[in-house]
């Protein structure tokens, strides 16, 4: 289903970048603490905003009605929709490896993604790093494309970061293989 840019069905997405003889590897997504970490963020981010309007209130700087109002509106455009991006980012953000490309789907909100496929050939670097010192099982991921082609690109929170660089580094070796090794085309009558 999609709903404005947000695509909720991430077999149509992967249909749309496949090409023909193109077969995918793996898909990745965000580790689940991805989305844990953005929630304590956040109810840290309320508990300041109740703190701040009631502290508000009880020195006489906002009447009851305006602190209600100023803590609504807070929790709405701050916690609120904190927590549904958070959400989208882990459930719906993914890294597709297939045997000619990396795509990257970042989507973002309801009315912005971003999707970047990358030729493995334009793969210069890939590195996996361990965060919050490998207790949870995940790490982040740096891509650098060759000959400066564009900015690193980092994914953080990914699952078996260290396996998931294994894989996309076979597959880059395995292309180059493919690639550089061109058997020229000869006819049974040749072969004789």
């Given amino acids: 289903m999609q709903i404005f840019a947000l695509e909720t069905n991430l077999g ?9 003889g193109e ?3 793996f ?5 689940v603490f991805s989305f844990l970490w953005h929630i304590v963020w956040e109810m840290f981010f309320l508990a300041c905003l109740v703190v701040g309007c009631s502290y508000a209130y009880s020195i006489g700087l906002l009447s009851l009605g305006l602190a209600f109002l100023i803590f609504g509106l807070g929790f709405v455009f701050f916690v609120f929709f904190g927590l549904i991006e958070a959400y989208i980012d882990w459930k719906y953000d993914f890294i597709l490896l297939t045997t000619d490309k990396l795509i990257i789907v970042d989507q973002m909100s309801l009315f912005r993604k971003s999707i970047t496929p990358i030729s493995l050939e334009n793969l210069g670097d890939v590195v996996s790093e361990t965060q919050w010192l490998n207790v949870f099982g995940f790490g982040m991921i740096r891509f650098a494309l060759k000959e400066g082609h564009g900015p690193e690109i980092v994914l953080r929170y990914m699952p078996k970061a260290d396996q998931l660089v294994g894989h996309i580094a076979e597959q880059i070796t395995l292309y180059q293989r493919r690639k550089d090794y061109v058997v020229p085309y000869r006819s049974r009558d040749s072969v004789e």
Avoid: D, M
């Fill in 12 to 20: 149509r997405v992967k249909e749309h970048f496949l090409a023909h």
């Fill in 23 to 25: 077969t995918e590897i």
């Fill in 27 to 31: 898909t990745a997504h965000p580790h």
